[in-house]
């Protein structure tokens, strides 16, 4: 299926424009206690090989149980990501040599992997289009120990508390065009992943991270040379990985170069990509099928009852937000990019102004835990408190301008918005008596700025703020809006 | 002594439970016999003389309060395949150096949990890739017995050797050996014992240092048809922490065997009738034949057409499955390391060091067999034909109860004889790999002797997962052909050691 | 199947295993005479025979997803011919 170069992403080199082809493998490490074919523990971080079974450290006579939860972890993602689930599945050896490989080959999915074709919808917010993701396959393989090669001139160390930690390989059609493409890609999945609860996707701790395939062609011209950018692990490394190396193609080409097929790393520091030494010849990994281990049959009836109890997914979560809510697409894809503040919004939202309250999620509050540095989950704000306050502004208890205050005193004291408004003296003031008596005081002391409204109406700007500065900020605006000019006898606008 | 190594395990359990011997004395007897005996046999090459006789304290005790355990102080050797916990395991391979496993194997776990005493660990071919036991690091085993008139030294078979040659010297009461491609039978026809393999999944394969997955099956060496139903009942369960275990609960093998077999329909299969074999084994095959008749049973000819396309077969997915399971030698978390000028240079270093020629053999062949461009050809192609062999045997089982074939092709042939073609040894499992490929039970029982003296054997092949009737048919060969006869322990009155052809791991090196 | 000395080391690079020119001329010729006699499985017609996947029938056992092992770092690498703080050591790899 062609996908239609747009302009945009296309980069140009001195010979013309260039298309970028993208495609990624994710690896997404399962949400699970205990390893795929191990009792060890998944956690992150303990001491050297503390959370390494016989098993895991390959002695002899070991053997692989699988572990229930991750497979259905990866049937779970696999619905989530609109595919096909396999019923019949095999694991593989995956032969190489490795000193983080302890038992020399990896147990990996090779013919028959556990899920097969779907499709991953991402928007591009800022660019304002959308694209969709061919997913050719995801399938569960084991996580390889760590190699440490900093600690000493003349060895390396090897822990493997990581080895043999449940991964799952999503490999995407090369779909993408561009590296905000396939940022937003990366990012997708990983709200998908954690909607799921099949994956974290702390890219720092690496329980998400991508091997990033780029090519790049003369639009129309048949698919360039791959070169693979391995174990990127962040979004904005996978943006700037992709910059470099494309450039770096083209330069070859543009020069009458040819790309050599290679496997590069990326390195942050110098924000370039270099060729990996070792792997030596194409690797011939001799896959074939584990023979301590056996055929993975799954049951319809057991996919359909894990379908069953899936969570509400982003993209059905954010046509219910457009459809129920009464938002703006782009202000539901903000709130449904991550499940926990989906719900969050959908505490506040319930029977109140949906759209107040989005502007107040996605706004104030939104800024508030960035500012301070906080997750959803750990919100010196709670929903319900959030809720009482927009209740307050829609009753006029409060302007929207108090309220801002009042947050930033929640923030701080943790107190309820009502005792804070009591307490404090911010009700707003709608008394229209109390209103235009201030009102005629500012316009009794002010003739000049009186006469300047005849040839610039717009000072009443300065007269509103005026009377909101002498009621100290608490008079209802439209109010004061409407009273002055009436007294002024000013038409409306 | 001599009296007391000379007893069955049946016999031997039933003096204990009878307090008419103790376990001290028992395991004390064996101890003193393995002395005597292992300087020419190579049977043992760990001995373990202190932790049995530990462990005869603790069967004593228990035997003394009346609560002995099925198997409480008998006397066991243990192939070195097996992981023993703090004792060395090396499948007597180079590369495992000094491996003292912190884990038990299940199989032995389940015979120590059965009151058993280990005697200590047996020679074997270098992680069991081997017809005669002569690959191993720790030197060949002899088999006790002799031809005629004759002290040239004979292999006892392989892999298992170490424990045929055991359990023939009278230095175990009985041992536990594994069988990939014949490696129980083959050794227990060459030493006159009985040597019986399980359905695959029968017999928990964690902790069994792995050649073939696929085909791998720990079984029991004995002297006698009761014994191996004693042993198997105790070694086979099932293990949730090897997915290949099977899920069944396990008979009682011996009280099967008092269940006669007349009306039993045993099939001859006429592909095992080879060109060039030799009469002798072909009589064997007719008198056993005659035995079942005689037994009540009904003789039926069938076909297995596959039959000889196992071996090649074999000699492709065992391989193959190796290549990858000692992928793990390495040198990094265990056994022997060479030191490299960088981490390739290790591995290369020290898997060419540890590893044998044989071993170095398969590997390579392994390797290629699964390599891109051959993986269809080879790989896929025989595992095609193993579902054919299954089949085979699947439409057979339809016809018959069990099968009788000879066991071996020849009677035990001498040490070094058979150094030069490898396909000229692989050839020794001719008649047993077939069982392996298709996951079934054999058992080989001794059944005659060769011109020269020597033990032949003939071998029962069932359904899966009924070894009752494999055990019930084994019987009837015994029935008939006499219990088992021990060699003449010519150890005991020789004053210098019998010339073995020792190989070393440094002369292998050199050797292609 | 005629295997030549270049492909012997080629197979014994990615085996990890160390040949020398004598033992790579030797095996040159073992190997070949080994694969030419498993050439006969070439008569046997499996065209719509499956590979076996399984040999005995049965499923796939799955176990609880429950921590049941490790914490036993000292013990994994007791018998490891060079360790430090229990990390495992290699000679230096580059990547």
């Given amino acids: 299926m062609m996908i239609e170069p747009r302009q945009e992403n296309l980069v140009d080199g001195a010979t013309g424009p260039?298309?970028?082809?993208?495609?990624?493998?994710?690896?997404?490490?399962?949400?699970?206690?205990?390893?795929?074919?191990?009792?060890?523990?998944?956690?992150?971080?303990?001491?050297?090989?503390?959370?390494?079974?016989?098993?895991?450290?390959?002695?002899?006579g070991m053997l692989p149980v699988i572990n229930a939860e991750c497979v259905a972890q990866a049937v779970r993602t696999g619905l989530g990501l609109n595919a096909e689930i396999n019923l019949y599945s095999v694991f593989d050896r995956k032969n190489y040599f490795y000193p983080d490989l302890p038992q020399g080959y990896q147990i990996s999915q090779y013919k028959y992997p556990i899920v097969g074709e779907g499709v991953v919808t991402v928007d591009l917010m800022k660019e304002g289009y959308s694209i969709e993701v061919g997913i050719e396959r995801l399938h569960l393989e084991q996580d390889a120990g760590k190699s440490l090669h900093d600690q000493h001139p003349d060895y390396s160390f090897v822990d493997l508390n990581r080895s043999g930690v449940a991964l799952m390989e999503i490999v995407s059609?090369?779909?993408?065009?561009?590296?905000?493409?396939?940022?937003?890609?990366?990012?997708?999945?990983?709200?998908?992943?954690?909607?799921?609860g099949t994956?974290?996707?702390?890219?720092?701790?690496?329980?998400?991270?991508?091997d990033v395939n780029v090519s790049v062609r003369k639009p129309g011209a048949p698919l360039g040379t791959r070169c693979e950018i391995k174990n990127v692990n962040s979004i904005r490394f996978i943006g700037q990985a992709i910059d470099y190396e494309a450039r770096r193609q083209i330069g070859?080409?543009?020069?009458?170069?040819?790309?050599?097929?290679?496997?590069?790393?990326?390195?942050?520091?110098?924000?370039?990509?270099?060729?990996?030494?070792?792997?030596?010849?194409?690797?011939?990994y001799r896959y074939f099928p584990d023979p301590d281990l056996l055929p993975l049959e799954l049951a319809q009836k057991d996919v359909d009852a894990l379908a069953k109890a899936l969570p509400e997914l982003p993209d059905v979560k954010k046509t219910r937000f457009v459809e129920a809510f009464g938002l703006s697409v782009y202000d539901a894809g903000v709130l449904v990019s991550d499940r926990a503040s989906a719900d969050f919004y959908e505490k506040v939202a319930k029977g109140r102004d949906a759209k107040l309250a989005a502007n107040w999620v996605t706004g104030e509050f939104f800024g508030a835990l960035n500012r301070l540095g906080k997750d959803i989950e750990d919100s010196p704000v709670s929903a319900d408190a959030l809720g009482e306050l927009i209740d307050l502004i829609s009753k006029d208890v409060i302007s929207g301008r108090i309220a801002k205050d009042v947050f930033e005193i929640m923030l701080e004291t943790g107190e309820a918005p009502g005792k804070i408004v009591e307490e404090r003296g911010l009700k707003q003031v709608t008394d229209t008596g109390a209103i235009e008596a201030v009102v005629d005081e500012i316009i009794a002391a002010n003739p000049k700025q009186v006469e300047q409204l005849k040839t610039k109406p717009k000072t009443i700007?300065?007269?509103?703020?005026?009377?909101?500065?002498?009621?100290?900020?608490?008079?209802?605006?439209?109010?004061?809006?409407e009273i002055l000019r009436k007294k002024l006898e000013i038409g409306e606008e | 002594m001599s009296e007391l190594t000379g007893l069955t395990l049946a016999e031997a359990r039933d003096r204990l439970k009878k307090k008419e011997i103790t376990a001290h004395e028992l395991t004390e007897a064996h101890i003193t016999a393995l002395e005597a005996a292992n300087t020419a046999l190579n049977a043992y090459i760990v001995p373990t003389p202190d932790k049995a006789l530990d462990m005869a304290k603790a069967s004593d005790e228990r035997l003394g309060k009346g609560k002995g355990l099925p198997l409480d102080g008998l006397p066991l050797g243990i192939k070195d395949l097996y992981c023993t916990e703090g004792v060395r395991s090396t499948a007597c391979s180079g590369i495992l150096g000094d491996f003292q496993p912190v884990y038990e194997s299940t199989v032995t776990q389940n015979l120590w949990a059965a009151g058993a005493v280990m005697l200590g660990k047996t020679n074997m071919d270098e992680f069991a890739m081997g017809s005669s036991n002569e690959t191993s690091a720790y030197?060949?085993?002899?088999?006790?017995?002799?031809?005629?008139?004759?002290?040239?030294?004979l292999v006892p078979g392989g892999s298992s050797g170490g424990s045929a040659s055991a359990v023939a010297a009278r230095i175990a009461l009985a041992a536990t050996a594994s069988d990939t491609g014949g490696s129980i039978r083959q050794p227990a026809a060459f030493t006159g014992t009985v040597g019986l393999k399980p359905t695959y999944g029968r017999c928990s394969r964690r902790g069994m240092i792995a050649f073939a997955s696929s085909l791998d099956q720990a079984g029991p060496i004995t002297r006698t048809v009761q014994d191996a139903a004693i042993m198997l009942r105790h070694m086979a369960s099932y293990?949730?922490?090897?997915?290949?275990?099977?899920?069944?609960?396990?008979?009682?093998?011996?009280?099967?065997?008092?269940?006669?077999?007349?009306?039993?329909?045993?099939?001859?299969?006429?592909?095992?009738?080879?060109?060039?074999?030799?009469?002798?084994?072909?009589e064997l095959w007719e008198r056993g034949i005659g035995w079942y008749k005689d037994a009540g049973a009904e003789i039926i000819e069938i076909s297995l057409p596959h039959t000889k396309y196992a071996l090649p077969a074999y000699y492709i997915v065992a391989p193959a499955e190796a290549s990858s399971n000692l992928a793990r030698y390495d040198g990094v978390r265990y056994g022997a390391r060479v030191n490299g000028k960088d981490i390739i240079d290790m591995y290369e270093e020290t898997r060419s060091h540890g590893f044998g020629a044989e071993v170095k053999r398969r590997l390579l062949i392994g390797t290629y067999v699964l390599s891109a461009g051959y993986y269809d050809a080879y790989y896929i192609k025989a595992q095609k034909v193993r579902t054919l062999i299954q089949r085979d045997f699947n439409e057979a089982f339809g016809k018959v109860d069990a099968i009788l074939t000879p066991a071996t092709p020849s009677a035990a042939f001498g040490v070094g004889e058979k150094g030069g073609d490898p396909i000229e040894m692989y050839l020794n499992d001719i008649f047993t790999v077939t069982v392996n490929m298709a996951?079934?039970?054999?058992?080989?029982?001794?059944?005659?002797?060769?011109?020269?003296?020597?033990?032949?054997?003939?071998?029962?092949?069932?359904?899966?997962?009924?070894?009752e009737t494999v055990l019930k048919a084994g019987q009837v060969i015994e029935d008939a052909a006499g219990r088992y006869e021990a060699p003449e322990a010519w150890w005991l009155s020789e004053t210098a050691p019998a010339k073995k052809a020792k190989v070393t791991s440094k002369t292998k090196a050199k050797t292609s | 199947m005629k295997v030549d000395e270049a492909t012997v080391r080629h197979v014994a690079r990615l085996a990890r295993i160390k040949v020398t020119p004598e033992q790579a001329k030797a095996l040159e010729g073992e190997l070949s005479a080994i694969l030419d006699w498993v050439e006969q499985l070439g008569e046997v017609d499996t065209a719509n025979v499956e590979p076996m996947t399984r040999v005995e029938e049965m499923a796939l056992p799955k176990r609880e997803d429950k921590v049941t092992e490790g914490s036993i770092a000292g013990q994994i690498v007791k018998n490891a011919p060079l360790t430090e703080d229990n990390f495992f050591l290699v000679p230096k790899v580059v990547e």
């Fill in chain 1, 18 to 60: 260039w298309e970028i082809i993208l495609g990624l493998e994710v690896h997404a490490q399962v949400t699970s206690q205990s390893k795929l074919f191990s009792g060890a523990s998944t956690e992150f971080g303990g001491e050297p090989n503390a959370h390494v079974s016989l098993v895991d450290a390959a002695m002899p």
């Fill in chain 1, 173 to 196: 059609r090369p779909d993408m065009r561009s590296a905000e493409e396939a940022k937003a890609y990366v990012t997708k999945l990983r709200t998908i992943l954690r909607y799921l």
């Fill in chain 1, 199 to 210: 994956c974290d996707g702390n890219m720092e701790q690496g329980s998400l991270r991508a």
């Fill in chain 1, 252 to 284: 070859i080409l543009e020069d009458g170069g040819k790309i050599d097929q290679e496997t590069r790393l990326f390195d942050p520091k110098s924000g370039q990509t270099r060729s990996m030494r070792s792997k030596e010849e194409a690797h011939d």
């Fill in chain 1, 461 to 481: 700007g300065w007269f509103v703020g005026q009377v909101m500065k002498s009621t100290g900020g608490k008079a209802n605006p439209a109010a004061v809006n």
């Fill in chain 2, 139 to 153: 030197g060949s085993c002899v088999n006790p017995w002799r031809a005629a008139g004759s002290d040239k030294p």
């Fill in chain 2, 239 to 282: 293990d949730p922490k090897d997915s290949t275990s099977a899920n069944r609960k396990v008979p009682d093998y011996e009280k099967a065997l008092s269940e006669k077999v007349k009306g039993l329909k045993i099939g001859v299969p006429k592909e095992y009738r080879i060109d060039g074999m030799s009469a002798e084994i072909d």
């Fill in chain 2, 439 to 467: 996951g079934l039970p054999g058992i080989s029982v001794p059944a005659g002797r060769s011109g020269d003296g020597l033990p032949l054997g003939l071998q029962i092949i069932g359904k899966a997962f009924d070894e």
